[in-house]
């Protein structure tokens, strides 16, 4: 499981959750991306595809390497304090609390990484 905690505040961090989130996914490791905080917003169309950090691989095709392989949820507070719902998200993103993400970290053989 990844954590992304940062977005356009915090690139390089931001940039790190995605980058190891496909590396799992593209490893065939079943992977979990959790986006909170401004990192919800890189759920939105277009949104993943605007962030740009130099010598990094495009955050949108890191986005839809997850989205292929694994499953990406937006939190539901922070979706809610941004006006976010799913049908603002891209394809396949979820929005989940709190009870979802403690039973998906803690269950056997999970290690959660948050950035």
Same mark, same amino acid.
């Given at each position: 499981?990844?954590?992304?905690t940062s977005g356009e505040d915090a690139?390089?961090?931001?940039?790190?959750?995605?980058?190891?989130?496909?590396?799992?996914?593209?490893?065939?490791?079943?992977?979990?991306?959790?986006? +909170?905080?401004?990192?919800?917003?890189?759920?939105?169309?277009?949104?993943?595809?605007?962030?740009?950090?130099?010598?990094?691989?495009?955050?949108?095709?890191?986005?839809?390497?997850?989205?292929?392989?694994?499953?990406?949820?937006?939190?539901?507070?922070?979706?809610?304090?941004?006006?976010?719902?799913?049908?603002?998200?891209?394809?396949?993103?979820?929005?989940?609390?709190?009870?979802?993400?403690?039973?998906?970290? +803690?269950?056997?053989?999970?290690?959660?990484?948050?950035?």
């Open positions: 499981m990844i954590k992304a690139p390089e961090r931001c940039n790190q959750a995605f980058t190891v989130a496909a590396a799992a996914a593209a490893s065939g490791v079943e992977i979990s991306l959790w986006l +909170t905080g401004e990192a919800s917003w890189l759920a939105v169309p277009g949104r993943a595809a605007e962030f740009s950090l130099p010598h990094a691989a495009p955050l949108n095709d890191l986005l839809d390497a997850v989205l292929a392989a694994g499953r990406v949820t937006v939190c539901t507070q922070c979706a809610a304090r941004r006006g976010l719902t799913e049908a603002d998200l891209v394809e396949g993103v979820r929005i989940s609390g709190a009870a979802t993400f403690v039973a998906e970290v +803690t269950a056997e053989g999970v290690q959660a990484l948050v950035y």
